[in-house]
């Protein structure tokens, strides 16, 4: 009969632990709705990651970088000249 009273305490322990858990987690949550109401929120139509963008053809960013040695876009590479 020993052996019942130990696996009821661990089965109150264990219990006791998700009880815990549960509390935890439902305070985090609780703390992430606060936070959530109180972030300022941006206030112009464009989203944050876009802004700037313009549409259209975009410049091209190796536009203003000089081509390196040996390469000559004119010049073919296949041998036959």
């Known amino acids: 009969m020993a052996s019942y009273s130990k696996l009821t305490a661990q089965k109150r322990q ?3 632990a998700r009880q ?7 305070a985090r ?10 972030a300022p929120t941006h206030q112009s139509a464009e989203e944050r990651d876009l802004a700037g963008i313009v549409a259209g053809p975009q410049p091209s960013p190796w536009a203003d970088e000089p081509m390196p040695a ?12």
């Open 20 to 26: 815990d858990w549960q509390k935890e987690k439902a």
């Open 14 to 16: 264990r219990e006791r």
């Open 29 to 38: 949550r609780e703390f992430a709705k606060t936070q959530k109401q109180n």
């Open 70 to 81: 040996g390469m000559n876009p004119a010049k073919k590479e296949d041998g036959s000249d």
